[in-house]
């Protein structure tokens, strides 16, 4: 149970290694060294330039799995990017992280970030990307955590979803990102039409589902929607998430485990909902190379961090984001 939130400890007597879930990556590698600072997606997206940010998208994940290779700071071989999202309320503190208002040019921009991180064979990727916040996210900050997003299914199929669909058909984004916010009443990570219809069904998708940070206790907490902490990771899971980011793991990991214990203890989950978890994050680690490195997977000397020819392309970028 513990593997399936975002710090998942040890199996010692499976020689598994501890894996930390939680990377960013959106214009720039986030670890325990300075890495290349790329312009913000916003100013990517000015550049109009999508080979530009596939270029950039690979110096990134080239310096992701440098900052694995040094086995300490906790960066895992997947990336929670790009930010997809359509950034349209001026009031969201976030839409430095989006390319824009336009979902034609949102979704050309994420392919080219998806297929630059993941690399040539999306089956055997060098990152795996996982797009966010999915979906119909981008209201203000401080309502993130109990919205209710009301959205005609006009603008739902023409503003809102064409970047996500582009993300997992067109570049075969490994994982995916769910959003704290209710959409037409069901939480963004319990959302029958959106995880089911749309991701597993009509677009096909075989990776796995994290949460945003705290979304699984929110559709309890937040949004009134569960009636208590295991009936939240319940209707999270059967709906069809596999990892759960969590604040609290930080802090009190156990208590985050037994909210899957008790679910477990009062038959809200099974066995097979929890393999299915399972089959999906420990597929992907070993899709990623991250067990069981195969020989044509050497580590990424630490030199790449922050390499010549990284900042020469920082540069050039930013000055095509002008």
């Known amino acids: ?51 530009l940010v596939r270029q950039v998208a690979s110096a990134i994940s080239t310096e992701v799995r440098a900052l694995h290779a040094l086995g300490s700071g906790g960066v895992g071989l997947d990336t929670w ?132 940070c705290d979304a699984v206790k929110d559709i309890a907490e937040g949004h009134k929607y569960a009636p208590d902490a295991a009936a939240a990771v319940a209707v999270a899971l059967k709906s069809g998430v596999d990892n759960e980011c969590n604040t609290a793991v930080w802090s009190s990991a156990a208590a985050v485990r037994q909210r899957y214990r008790d679910a477990r203890e009062r038959g809200l989950i099974s066995d097979a909902d929890i393999d299915r978890a399972l089959v999906r994050l420990f597929s992907a680690r070993l899709r990623s190379g991250e067990l069981g490195v195969p020989a044509s997977r050497a580590p990424v000397p630490v030199s790449e961090i922050g390499a010549p020819a990284h900042r020469s392309l920082a540069l050039r970028s930013a000055v095509e984001s002008l």
Request: with cysteine; proline share 10%; aromatic share 10%.
């Open 1 to 51: 149970l513990g593997q399936l939130v975002n710090v998942a400890p040890a199996i010692e007597r499976l020689g598994i290694p501890a894996y930390n879930w939680w990377t960013e990556s959106l214009h720039g590698a986030i670890g325990p060294l300075p890495t290349t600072n790329f312009p913000e997606p916003i100013g990517l997206a000015a550049s109009f330039d999508a080979p």
């Open 81 to 212: 990017a790009p930010n997809i999202n359509i950034f349209r309320d001026p009031r969201w503190g976030r839409g430095q992280e989006t390319y824009g208002e336009d979902p034609w040019l949102t979704a050309r921009l994420g392919v080219a970030f998806i297929t630059g991180m993941q690399g040539k064979d999306p089956e055997r990727p060098d990152v795996i990307a996982t797009p966010k916040h999915f979906a119909v996210h981008s209201g203000p900050e401080s309502t993130r955590h109990s919205a209710n997003v009301f959205v005609t299914p006009h603008d739902l199929e023409d503003t809102y979803l064409p970047a996500f669909r582009a993300a997992i058909v067109e570049a075969r984004a490994g994982s995916i990102m769910c959003a704290y916010n209710r959409v037409d009443g069901q939480p963004a990570c319990a959302n029958e039409p959106l995880l089911q219809q749309r991701l597993r069904g009509a677009w096909g998708f075989k990776g796995y589902v994290v949460s945003d």
